[in-house]
T-cell receptor, first 112, second 112 residues
């Protein structure tokens, strides 16, 4: 297993465009998380899934953000009508049965 | 709401010196605490996981201690090397939740 993978690694887009990020977790991990990180800060929780069920969403996640995890495997995070304030690193993680989180390399979003 | 603090925000040490990184949290009702390393522009790499029932964990030159009653964890890195230069983050998972709360990290520079 190669760990958690995220795609794309970098995305530059113009304000108002939609973007989608994909995360493939470690295959046997049921729990999947999305976090957002800005420069100099620790990651902030966005949402998490237990299998295909989205169990919690942060208030940071406006209605322009949507996340899915069909069939409990990979997950996507979509941002509609991007704003400059959405520029950040979007991190995906999956959790082992003992609660250890493993992160991917992240998807860096730049909104011009 | 769990608050996690890491002080100092940055430190610089000469090669060979032992590193002591601090993490404090406000709510002692935790499930586990995890230390991560982050290189610039990259994702987070898990270093050590300490379960609530444990007092410390060791991996190679790394040792992490946990004192729940005082709301503190310390990460020790013995005989630092330039390759240890990175940002180190701690994250706490509360006992009644699945999501982690992160500190802002300590950025370490090891001078050759």
């Amino acid at each position: 297993d190669t760990g958690v993978s995220q795609d794309p690694r970098h995305k530059i887009t113009k304000r108002g465009q939609n973007v989608t990020f994909r995360c493939d977790p470690i295959s046997e991990h049921n729990r999947l998380y999305w976090y957002r990180q800005t420069l100099g800060q620790g990651p902030e929780f966005l949402t998490y899934f237990q299998n295909e069920a989205q169990l919690e969403k942060s208030r940071l996640l406006s209605d322009r953000f949507s996340a899915e995890r069909p069939k409990g495997s990979f997950s996507t995070l979509e941002i509609q009508r991007t704003e400059q304030g959405d520029s950040a690193m979007y991190l995906c993680a999956s959790s082992s049965p003992i609660g250890e989180l493993f992160f991917g390399e992240g998807s860096r979003l730049t909104v011009l | 709401k769990q608050e996690v603090t890491q002080i100092p925000a940055a430190l610089s040490v000469p090669e060979g010196e032992n590193l002591v990184l601090n993490c404090s949290f406000t709510d002692s009702a935790i499930y586990n605490l995890q230390w991560f390393r982050q290189d610039p522009g990259k994702g987070l790499t898990s270093l050590l996981l300490i379960q609530s029932s444990q007092r410390e964990q060791t991996s190679g030159r790394l040792n992490a201690s946990l004192d729940k009653s005082s709301g503190r964890s310390t990460l020790y890195i013995a005989a630092s090397q330039p390759g240890d230069s990175a940002t180190y983050l701690c994250a706490v998972r509360p006992s009644n939740d699945y999501k982690l709360s992160f500190g802002a990290g300590t950025t370490v520079t090891v001078r050759a």
